[in-house]
């Protein structure tokens, strides 16, 4: 293993937006001197995400960031519901009912079949959640962040990156580091620089965002507030409500100047309220994966490696999920026990996971756009056909909305199937339904939650800087493991819990665990190969392992 540097920062990171600055914080907590460039002097004040997944609330759980994106969020009693509606000011026409965060714990805390993540979701804007993440990276001694500087090229060799950037009066700075992570976006300058095409759908259309503060909407609206509304409208628009109910965002195809933009708010309500315009922005809509994510030493993390349709919410949430893996094999090569392997199994891991995530935008997109494709927008309101077409696009969205919303089984039931780190049983296959996770221990796949026994949850207890043995039976063969791992120089932590219910749902006796919650390898100590086991999950060794 090579040699790395002793002064200066081992990783830079191009972006410091939400996914760039938690790639920060984990490689800062695991002691990994990180440079983070990022252009813009402070976050934007844009509302270009507004809910964390369960998954992505497991990750900050992590990281001790959980309770903290809570507390500076929409309040835990929040309402999650959807609505489909004609006006704002009838009842909906279709009010999909989902749990609050308060009710999402209750039931976490009830179920004890691995089949719920143990943190539920949580509402928060990209405004909100960026600037607690800069200042978390900015307390870490090992982290230093330059804002108003945008990187421009790099050169790699076979020992270290020479990143150029450029600050906001024009002057370049070249800096060597082990690693360079292009989290810079859907227009990622180091993607570009990789020469990697963006392969899939893009353009697929054109949408205007208009964000909007109205202190009395709730005030003045008759039903119970819900978190999206979707209108059943010619346009297609749909209202968002930010984690401060004040703030809103409309999706939608008008464009006008700002009185006319207004009046279009106003139209849309329907109600007599105050309506501050803060910002109108285009986008467009893309399903785009790059071909690669990764040369030698310069990988790609977030939209810089994807770009997804907001339906489904698995943009930056897929990101944080490309930060976590990467991380931890940033950290192992650094620390000189991560073999070439575990590295280059990024791609491998995360690439199938971006082509899911869009897979998964379209399926939820497709969930939107079949009650809309019922509707007849020219149709005349006062005719009884137009009360019909309400009723069928009512009866089709009662059903195909929930696409949209629905897609825990994306979210949470991803396996790394043939990653190069990961020892594989001869395991059934599974079928993939977005809107069901099917809890399985099966190497590759993310850890299901469990409660001990105690009233703690076992992955409290998985070690998240080292490798973990987890087992639930005698002591016989687990020195053999600890050898293997220590003569390799990996970090390996033991954890024996006697425990009936996990040997059910996790279906074997013991699962080595990696730092990100992912299975390693199940089955009987006694059994195993330790050294082998060890050399291939730490990407020391090729090939197949027992």
Known sequence: MSAHRTDGPQVVIAGGGPVGLTLAIDLGLRGIRVLLLEAKEEPLFLPKMERCNARTMEIYRRLGLADAIRAASSPTDASMDIAVVTTMTDEPRVRLPYPTVDEGRAAVARTFDGSLPL????????????????????????????????????????TSVSVVSRSADGETTTTAADYLVG???????????????????????????????SPDLFDKHPAKPCRMYFFMNRDRTVLTVQDDPTYLRINTGFAGDEAQTVAFVRELLGLDVEVELISVNSWKLHLLVAEHFQRDRVFLCGDALRLVIPTG??????????????????????????????????????????????????????????????????????????????????????????????????????????????VEGDELDLPDVPEVYIPTARPGARLPHMWLTDGRALHDLIDRYSFTLLHFGPLEGIDEFQKAFADRGAPLSVLRIDQADLVEVYDAPALLLRPDLHVAWRGEVADADPDAVAGRVTGQVTGQAG
């Open 119 to 158: 943190e539920p979701y949580q509402v928060i804007s990209q405004y909100t959640l960026e600037p607690l993440l800069r200042r978390w990276a900015e307390a870490l001694p090992t982290v230093e962040m330059r804002f108003g500087h945008t990187v421009v090229d790099f050169e790699q060799d076979g």
């Open 183 to 213: 989290s810079d976006g859907g227009r990622s300058v180091v993607r570009k620089k990789l020469g990697f095409a963006l392969e899939g759908n893009g353009s697929l259309a054109e949408r205007n965002q208009i964000f909007f503060r």
């Open 313 to 422: 919410g698995l943009g930056l949430n897929t990101g944080i999920g490309d930060a976590s893996d990467l991380a931890w094999k940033l950290a192992a090569a650094l620390q000189g026990w991560g073999g070439p392997e575990l590295l280059g199994s990024y791609e491998a891991e995360r690439r199938p996971v971006a082509l899911r995530a869009v897979a998964g935008s379209r399926h939820a997109h497709q969930g939107q756009r079949a009650w809309q494709d019922v509707m007849r927008p020219g149709i005349d309101p006062d005719r009884p056909e137009a009360r019909g077409v309400l009723r069928a696009a009512a009866q089709v969205a009662a059903t195909t909305q929930r696409r949209t919303h629905e897609m825990v089984g994306t979210e949470l039931g991803y396996i790394y199937a043939g990653s190069p780190v990961i």
